[in-house]
C-alpha cells in the first residue's frame, strides 16, 4: 500500500496561512488559552503578526506642531513613480480641478467695478511617464492673482505660475460668472438687471495661446411659418389665432485678437443688434404689447438666427474665429430646434458633446 502525504509547504498559500492565523487570534480574544508559540504553531519572531492593532487617539492632536522633518516624511503617492501607474502609460490632455470659487474683480465699460462670484477650472497636460499632479499647486497659484482686478494678463500670470510648478506643456484656465447690465424697458420707465452668463477661457497649447469668450444670450423666437399661418386664418376666415414663440438660447464663443479689448457690453450690444427680442426683465403692459410688436417684426428660424449672429461676430475686428450654438426650445414641439455654425478652425468638430445642448436649456 502506498501512502501519500500532503505537502503541506506547496498546497498552503500565505494567503491560507495568514487567514488561519486571524480565526486563531479571534478565537484566543474570546476567551480561548491557546498557547500558539508553546504549542509550536507559531514561530515566536511571528507572534506580533497575530496581535491586536494598535488602539488610535480619537481625539484631535491640537498640541501637535508640523516641524519640517514631519513633513517631509509624509506619503506622496500622487506625485509618485511611473511604475505605480495604473492603465496604460499614456499622456492625459487636461488634467486638474472644476469648479472651485473666488470672489474677482471685473471691469465693466459703463458702471466701473463689479465682484462677482466666478468658478474656476484649471487643468494641465500630463505626460505618460507621471502619475499624476499636485493638484493644489492649481489652486494656490490662482490665490496669488485673485486680488487683482481681472484681465487676460492676470490670468497669463497664473498659468505660467501653475505650468512652472507643475512642470507641464500645455495648460488651460477657465472663469465663469452671470455678468449683470442693468437695461431698460421697452415702452415704461421701468428697469432691471439682465444676467448673462460668461465665461473666458485662456488655453495654452504648442507654445501657442489662444483667448476665448463664451456668452449666453437669451431671447424670444418667434416662428415665421407660424406667424404666417395665423394671419391666414385670420384674413381668411377671421379666425383668431396666435404664432407660436419660446424662450431661446445663443451661445457665443468668440477668440479674441489684436489689442482692443472688447467689453461683456460690447458683445451683448452685438448679439441685440442681431436679434433684438432679447427676453425682458421688468415690464408693463405697454411693454408687453410692444415685446409683441418686436417679436412679429423679427421672426426667425433657428437657422436665421445663427446666421445674424455670424454677421454681426464677423463685423468685429476684435474677433477672430467663433461658433454660434442656438436653441429654440420650442412651445409647438416636445422637441427642440438647434443649430450649429463655426467660421475658423478653432470651434470645428465633427463630433457634438451630447451634453452641450442640454446645457443651453435656460430655467431663468
Known sequence: MNIHTRKLESEISECEFNQALSVIQKWKDQGGELDIVKEN???PKDVTALTRYPELADKYPTEFKLNGEYKASLPDLQNGPSSLIKGSNQAIQHVGISNFKLPIRYKSRDSGEKTLETSVTGSVSLDADKKGINMSRIMR????????QFSFSVIEAALDDYKTDLESFDARISMKFSFPVKVNSLRSDLSGYQYYDVALELIDQNGARTKVVHMDYVYSSTCPCSLELSEHARKTRSQLATPHSQRSVA???AVLVGSQRLWFEDLIESCRAA???ETQVMVKREDEQAFAELNAANPIFVEDAARLFCKALKSDNRIGDFRVVASHQESLHSHDAISILTEGSTF???SI???LLTTLVHRG
Open 41 to 43: 504553531l507559531i514561530a
Open 141 to 148: 497659484s490662482f490665490y496669488k492673482h485673485s486680488e487683482e
Open 251 to 253: 451661445r457665443i464663443s
Open 275 to 277: 436679434v433684438p427680442t
Open 348 to 350: 470645428e468638430t465633427v
Open 353 to 355: 458633446d451630447p451634453q
